[in-house]
Each structure stands twice: as C-alpha cells, then as structure tokens.
DNA sequence: CGGATTGTTCTTCC
DNA sequence: CGGAAGAACAATCC
C-alpha cells in the first residue's frame, strides 16, 4: 500500500542508489509487469541509465539518459504490493543458512517468487521489483504520453501549488464525502487510505461526513493536517502495514505513529475510546468516535 | 472457500 | 450532461 510518503522515500532511496549507473542486463519475468511490451521495455533500458527520477502522487516516473523510438520514460507504479528493493553485489557467501537461522539482516531471498522484474547496473548492483499481488507495472513511455499521465493528477500536497485557496475551492459545489475527496488523485496527489484516515483523525473530523457540512475551522484544520502527516511520514520512512518496504528491504517506521489506521478495536492513542473501523468510499476506514466528530 | 484487500478505471444512476 | 456512487479489475491470502 505504498502512497506518497513511501514512493518518496523509495524515489529518494533509488536516486542515490541506481540514478545515472549504467544498466548492463535487464530481466523481465512476468510480461505483465512491463504493460506487455518485454521487448521494448528490454530494448530501451538494456545499456541505458536513468538519469531522473520524479514521483507524482504514487506515480514515479523514471527519465532515461537515452531515448529510444522516442520513448525516454518508464512509468513505474507499485499498487498495493509492489517492492522495488536493490541490492549491492554479492561478494563471496552472503546468504549463509545456520540452524534454520539466516545469518543475513533479511528474511526473505531475492529473487523470490514474486520478483517479476530485475535489473542489474554496472557495478553489478541488482534492483528487484516484486509485486505479490501483481497489479504493480514499469510501462514504457513517449514524453508526450509521460505528460498526459500526469495531467490527471491535482496538486502535490506538499507542494506550493496545495493552498488554502485550492483547498477551499475543491469543496464547492461537492456532496460527496471527506474520504472520497482527499483519496481523488484528481484533486490532491498521492493520499491513500492510510493517509486520508490519519488526516482525517488529526483534523477531529470522522470521514464519512459530506465536505459541505464542514465547519470553516474543520476545513482548515484538515487543509494544515495533510502536508503535516506527510511529512512526518516521510521522515521516519513510511509506513508498513503489510507488504511496503523500502529499498533495502527494511520496514517503515510511521507504524509506530498511527493513530487510527489499522487500529480498529485498540484504543486511541488521545482519549482511550476503542477505534472503530468502518466503510466508507467503498475502503475500509478507521476513526475515533470520540476525537472525530 | 469466498470474502477482504486497494488504487484506478469503468459503468450506472440520478 | 455531470457528478457521485458502486462495480469491476488485477491476484492472493486467510
């Protein structure tokens, strides 16, 4: 479930670790992956380098140093489950299996069963994506076609283009409710479940409700909550519910800091009532019926 | 074993 | 016609 703040800190993450390296062999087990098209997806990344890496919402996309046939991107979306993890060379026995006891700092192999993508750099570090689920992709794409994907995002909430004005103006005119507004990737990029509910909880509003009942003070709140939590995301790595993990492998830390997310039957953090979960915009939602009203 | 899972898109309805 | 809600879809787990 990886939404911004965890595409964030991958896209970091890979700028360091695999920006600018040549690509010298590229590895597509599951056609699907690459939207079908295996061939041209091998052909232009083979020998190339990424020279970019931007992130829209949960989009990133992947600019590469050389165009081929005019295609000079890769569109790359993890969905639920996707894992972009990169590993540096393996020198001499890495993996070594005592008493049943890894000796490594993972508990998982790479490749494994869900690696559907795997791209080795010059200094032979190996960058995998697994997706268990398998509606992740990495899609080739022209710069016209890059620009048409993300003409359909809004505003990044952490971005100067997210104001109180923007804001304020997305509620007008709608009957739908909070939740169903801030997960529209039309509207604000890159909020997710997990984050539409923490905002949610942080602006002492439940999510079900309509936008047009909310106070002025409600709205605010919520406008000053979203880049907040963000933010406090990002820094301790995002959040690991299930499957998301970083490009190491390693867990996010913003687990430890949820407030109502995954916490249905618990007791809230602020006011001790036990946290409902409920539906709502057809997702699972969590809320406090105390703190949120 | 079927219901739950989520981001996105498609379909239907008002 | 447009917005909103719900279904569909991807695939797998429990």
């Keep these: 479930m990886p939404e911004l703040p965890e595409v964030e800190t991958i896209r970091r993450d890979l700028v360091r670790k695999v920006a600018n390296k040549k690509i010298v062999h590229v ?4 056609a699907k992956a690459v ?4 061939t041209k997806f091998v052909h232009l990344l083979t020998g190339n380098r990424i020279r970019a890496i931007e992130r829209r919402g949960k989009l990133m996309l992947w600019r590469l140093a050389l165009p081929r046939q005019g295609i000079d991107t890769a569109l790359v979306h993890l ?3 996707g894992q972009l993890i990169y590993e540096k060379k393996r020198d001499g026995i890495v993996e070594v299996v005592a008493g049943g006891h890894r000796l490594t700092e993972r508990d998982f192999d790479l490749p494994n069963s869900h690696t559907q993508v795997i791209l080795t750099f010059g200094d032979m570090g190996k960058l995998f994506f697994n997706d268990l ?3 992740g992709y990495m899609k080739p794409a022209t710069a016209a076609q890059a620009e ?5 995002f809004g505003p990044e909430p952490l971005g100067k283009d997210f104001t109180w004005q923007y804001f304020q103006e997305i509620f007008f005119g709608k009957k739908t409710s909070v939740k169903a507004l801030l997960l529209n990737q039309e509207l604000i990029a890159g909020l997710g479940n997990i984050y539409v509910d923490e905002a949610c909880f942080c602006a002492g509003v439940r999510p079900e409700r309509r936008v047009g009942l909310l106070t002025p003070t409600e709205r605010r709140k919520l406008f000053l909550c979203i880049p907040r939590i963000l933010k406090n995301a990002i820094k301790h790595r995002g959040t690991t519910f299930k499957d998301y993990l970083d490009s190491e492998g390693k867990r996010g830390n913003y687990s430890d800091f949820l407030m109502v997310f995954d916490r249905d039957g ?3 953090r602020r006011c001790g009532t036990v946290i409902k979960k409920t539906r709502a915009a057809g997702r ?5 019926p105390t703190c949120q009203r």
């Design 133 to 135: 689920r398998r509606f």
């Design 35 to 38: 939207a079908g098209m295996k």
């Design 27 to 30: 590895d597509v087990r599951q």
């Design 148 to 152: 048409a994907a993300l003409d359909k």
């Design 266 to 268: 618990q007791s809230c």
């Design 284 to 288: 699972g939602t969590h809320f406090c």
């Design 79 to 81: 969905k639920m489950t």
